[in-house]
């Protein structure tokens, strides 16, 4: 869901991730970039925020495996 998230709003997709700081750095750089540009830098975004999402996958499934694959839900 994220993923898809992230080819239309991009801050978006990142401040889901848990980057509140980076989300606002992007928005303040991307909606600039949208304007002058026409949307040609658009794809840059995308690709930043996927590897955010897909970094912060990861970390995730690492704490689960050192905590020994137990759930605290």
Excluded: C, K
Aim: glycine letters at 10%; aromatic letters at 10%.
């Amino acid at each position: 869901m994220n993923f898809v998230l992230a080819l239309l709003v991009p801050p978006v997709s990142i401040l889901l991730a848990g980057r509140p700081l980076l989300a606002l750095v992007v928005f303040v750089i991307w909606v600039p970039a949208i304007l002058f540009s026409g949307g040609l830098g658009h794809t840059v975004f995308i690709l930043l925020a996927w590897i955010i999402i897909y970094q912060s996958g990861e970390e995730r499934r690492h704490r689960e495996i050192m905590r020994g694959g137990r759930r605290d839900d």
